[in-house]
């Protein structure tokens, strides 16, 4: 035979494998930036692929590229461009058919010409795991005020050497995808976790077989470890744990020390993972009576597999610190003790424990808890934990699939009213929040979302068998003896009960006529707050705690705290509060002219004057001001805004609500590490970024006020175009252009001085700097806003004297705040109508945030 036909008949035949083997490496990490002409890098420099090769033959599918790119992305990359798929289509991925892979899905649900995103619902599996189901990208991204989702899942090897991942939509709908990541993974799961609240050692689940999505990667006591930060390259998020943590008394740590991973692989987790911890305080009495707990919203009906990861580095020894690890109220692990586990420090070790999430009330919950041992008698009564994974277990239909989100109360009162108020096709609340906060920082709060998020469905009144609101008293009322039942680490101090007076329920009837709604005033997240009359004729704010609702009790003892031990002329005075029979009411000043921002913009008649609004800023600067430096701590507000800042018959500005306080900075830190809490569009970016707080934070929101009283608009407004939504944004740019003049509330043109203007926004800018260290002090603030007065009185000495009569210049002669005061109230409408949360325009954050919601 002709050796060339020989060569040809053997080329011929290998063809048709050379045609079909796969286009890059089996082995190697795929990232597909879906719908894209040729992949691309994204922010962090990383090479993402076109989907098209992998596609099979046969689907329905067309590329898009969104049309609006959110500001909160943290890339172009794989987000602005997607995969929209009409009909059932496939990819197709060659794999190690030994290994285990992690899945990851991504989501931008923005618009996307000629598709209504919000009409999207998709089904997705991957070989025969189902992982969603009549899934809505749109509904669950507004629910979570997030402007994309990540969806992740750890496969197990199935022994083929392909995945098939498929797509499909909903009956008449259309499905998408914007990224899609497969990385193959180490055996991570090679331990068998016992399972948790069924009879002992009666069940385990088997982690190399188990097919998961991984719904919370924390690193606890540590900060935010970006994907790229990630060890073993698996490209994994691991975020920050204070949103989670139910109650207080802990602190978190970070040593420098060497991680030891022994027989484990680096995969298992980054050193920064177990560099940092969480433990309880000093005294080891507090922490033998409490417990801490990290608090997960998941879908019920799953068996979830909790793991917890260890390093010891401040004990050496076994019976030092043992504690017992706790999943929903049933025991894990009676005895941890981590040198037992590691024999020494810096060598981590991780524990798998599972646990069955029912659906009991509609509201799944897993608890974390740990305590420690008591009966063992440790060296040092105390917890430690580095870092917390929950993946939830295929059940036995091999389905991953949960439902769709159903936004909380809040939320959704919150989308209507911002659909009411402004124009009906107004910027979603995730654009928001991302025009708000801007890059990455959105990361933080869609995780800190993501589990308040189904908390709200709670019902009023369930059966939760609550015996008393308030560790005040246990359940007497008498006033004697503060007991030391406390509750996470929350129990008034005896300073606080002598400082405050207490009221009987008897009393609380009859100043508000037994709650009469014509007495109501506001309405909070909290529940309603009804103005009384007390001691014959004394006016009063009486705020009510809605038996439903789930403001911590913390948050309630901290108010009654802080106000008890603080007294000055510019803070809202607390007069006492009343416990009986589970209520939580607080008895405050009465305030006459109700918020700020009532004044502002809020539809009222009158306009107050520039110098008015000075006085009322520089009576809030003084507040804050001795908050920050003239009590015994620091103290933090927190949650600085116009709605904060009350208003007295006289006008005498007082700033309110300390719910979020805390206080401040001690020891060698100059941060206190603490839960996102706070409003959107007062949060500072650097608070945001980093969750540490300091009084600085409350100088930025204070910025945010200098300009909405400067400018009487709200500090977000999405009705605007977009570059104006976020007031604190468009200052900053108003000012780089030099237009900052044209933010001027029309009612003031003319009224200002130039020298005090330039004085006032250089001063308000200042506070809005980016970094902590750059903005003034409240002390600075103060100071300089009583300059502009004094600058502003001279102004109009020189100008009543030439009596120039310029016409420019409406405002009326200089009158003490008193004059003003009487004036003002002859025309006021309704003085007497104000709220303490008020819920309007975005102010929702900390409710949203706070772990136990409001
Ligand atoms: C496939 O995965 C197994 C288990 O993870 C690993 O030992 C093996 O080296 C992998 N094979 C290739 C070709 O990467
Ligand atoms: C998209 O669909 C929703 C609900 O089905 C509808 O309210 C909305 O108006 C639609 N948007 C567009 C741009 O058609
Ligand atoms: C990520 O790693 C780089 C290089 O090691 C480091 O400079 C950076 O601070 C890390 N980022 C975070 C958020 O840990
Ligand atoms: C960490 O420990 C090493 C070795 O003990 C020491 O050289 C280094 O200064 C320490 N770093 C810090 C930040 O304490
Ligand atoms: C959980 O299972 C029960 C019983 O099968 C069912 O009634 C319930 O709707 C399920 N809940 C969820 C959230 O799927
Ligand atoms: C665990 O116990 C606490 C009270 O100790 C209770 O409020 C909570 O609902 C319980 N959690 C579960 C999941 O049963
Ligand atoms: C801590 O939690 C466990 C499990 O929920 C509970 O049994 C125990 O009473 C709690 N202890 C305290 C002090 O709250
Ligand atoms: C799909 O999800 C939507 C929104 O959550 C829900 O209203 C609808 O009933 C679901 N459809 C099915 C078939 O489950």
Not at 214 to 240: A, C, E, H, K
Request: glycine content about 8%; proline content about 4%.
């Amino acid at each position: 035979m002709n050796p060339n036909l020989i060569h040809l008949i053997i080329y011929l035949h290998l063809l048709p494998n050379l045609l079909t083997l796969p286009p890059p490496s089996s082995a190697a990490s795929l990232a597909l930036n879906c719908g894209s002409k040729d992949g691309g890098k994204d922010a962090d420099n990383r090479k993402w692929a076109t989907d098209s090769k992998y596609l099979v033959s046969g689907g329905k599918s067309v590329t898009s590229t969104a049309l609006t790119q959110d500001p909160s992305l943290s890339s172009d990359v794989p987000y602005m461009t997607a995969r929209i798929f009409t009909g059932e289509t496939s990819y197709k991925f060659n794999i190690n058919s030994t290994s285990r892979h992690i899945l990851r899905l991504h989501f931008y649900p923005s618009e996307y010409p000629n598709y209504n995103i919000s009409q999207s619902y998709s089904i997705v599996s991957a070989d025969s795991i189902l992982l969603l189901k009549n899934f809505s990208a749109y509904i669950t991204a507004e629910a979570l005020s997030q402007a994309y989702l990540i969806k992740e899942y750890s496969l197990a090897a199935t022994g083929s050497d392909n995945m098939l991942v498929k797509f499909k939509p909903m009956d008449k709908s259309f499905a998408f995808v914007n990224g899609i990541e497969l990385i193959p993974e180490p055996e991570l799961f090679d331990d068998q976790a016992g399972l948790v609240g069924v009879a002992e050692n009666s069940g385990t689940i088997d982690g190399v077989s188990a097919n998961m999505q991984n719904m919370f990667r924390i690193n606890v006591g540590g900060q935010y470890i970006p994907p790229t930060n990630d060890s073993g390259g698996l490209m994994r998020s691991w975020y920050d744990d204070t949103p989670y943590m139910f109650g207080a008394g802990t602190v978190s740590h970070k040593a420098n020390i060497t991680i030891d991973y022994k027989d484990y692989p680096e995969a298992i987790a980054p050193v920064d993972v177990y560099r940092t911890a969480r433990s309880q305080g000093p005294d080891p009495n507090i922490n033998k009576q409490s417990n801490v707990t990290w608090l997960f919203n998941v879908d019920a009906n799953f068996t979830y597999l909790v793991r917890f990861h260890f390093c010891e580095y401040q004990v050496d020894k076994i019976n030092q610190r043992v504690f017992e690890i706790y999943l929903n109220n049933e025991t894990a692990f009676a005895t941890a003790d981590i040198i037992a586990w590691t024999g020494g420090k810096g060598i981590p070790t991780r524990k798998d424990y599972a646990i069955y999430v029912g659906d009991k009330s509609g509201d799944e919950e897993l608890w974390v808890t740990l305590h420690t041992n008591i009966d063992l008698k440790p060296e040092f009564y105390d917890i430690l934990l580095n870092g917390l994974e929950i993946f939830k277990i295929s059940d036995s239909k091999s389905s991953l699939a949960g439902r769709n989100p159903v936004p909380s109360e809040m939320m959704q009162k919150q989308l209507i009213a911002n659909r009411e108020a402004y124009d009906p096709d107004a910027i979603r609340v995730t654009h928001v929040v991302g025009g708000a906060m801007g890059g990455v920082a959105t990361i933080g709060v869609a995780m800190a979302l993501v589990f308040v998020i189904r908390r709200r469905r709670q019902v009023a009144g369930t059966d939760s068998g609550v015996t008393s609101w308030l560790p005040l008293y246990g359940n007497s009322t008498s006033k004697s003896s503060v007991s030391g039942k406390s509750q996470c680490g929350s129990s008034l101090s005896t300073d606080a009960v002598c400082n405050s007076r207490y009221f009987s329920l008897v009393e609380i009837k009859s100043a508000t006529n037994n709650f009469e709604e014509g007495n109501v005033i506001g309405i909070g997240g909290f529940g309603k707050v009804y103005k009384g009359i007390i001691d014959g004729n004394m006016k009063v704010a009486i705020k009510r705690a809605n038996p439903s609702s789930d403001q911590g009790v913390n948050e309630f003892v901290t108010e009654i705290e802080m106000l008890s031990k603080l007294r000055h002329r510019h803070l809202v005075s607390l007069i006492g509060f009343c416990e009986d029979s589970n209520e939580m009411i607080l008895v405050y000043d009465h305030m006459g002219k109700g918020t700020l921002r009532d004044h502002l913009y809020k539809g009222n008649m009158i306009t107050l004057t520039w110098k008015q609004r000075l006085d009322i800023l520089i009576g809030s600067a003084k507040g804050l001001h001795y908050l920050h430096t003239g009590a015994k701590y620091t103290i933090i507000h927190r949650d600085v805004k116009t709605t904060n800042i009350l208003l007295d018959d006289n006008w005498v500005a007082k700033v309110s609500d300390f719910g979020l306080s805390k206080t401040g900075p001690n020891l060698n830190q100059n941060h206190v590490s603490t839960v996102v809490k706070g409003s959107f569009g007062y949060l500072d970016p650097e608070y945001f970024r980093r969750q540490q707080l300091t009084e600085k934070s409350d100088v930025y929101s204070f910025g945010v006020v200098l300009f909405e009283v400067l400018c009487a608009r709200p500090a977000l407004n999405p009705s605007l175009p977009k570059e104006q939504v976020s007031l604190a944004d468009y200052a900053l740019q108003s000012a780089r252009k030099g237009t900052l003049e044209e933010m001027v509330d029309p009612h003031l043109k003319g009224t200002i001085q130039p020298e005090a203007f330039k004085k006032f926004t250089d001063c308000s800018l200042r506070c809005l700097s980016d970094h902590g260290l750059e903005r003034p002090s409240m002390g600075d603030v103060l100071w300089t806003l009583e300059f502009i007065l004094k600058l502003e009185a001279k102004g109009d000495e020189t100008r009543n004297e030439k009596k120039s009569g310029s016409s420019g210049m409406v405002e009326v002669p200089i009158q003490s705040s008193d004059m003003i005061a009487m004036h003002m109230n002859t025309l006021s409408l309704d003085d007497d109508e104000y709220d303490y949360d008020s819920d309007d325009d975005g102010n929702a954050f900390s409710q949203i945030v706070d772990p136990k919601g409001r």
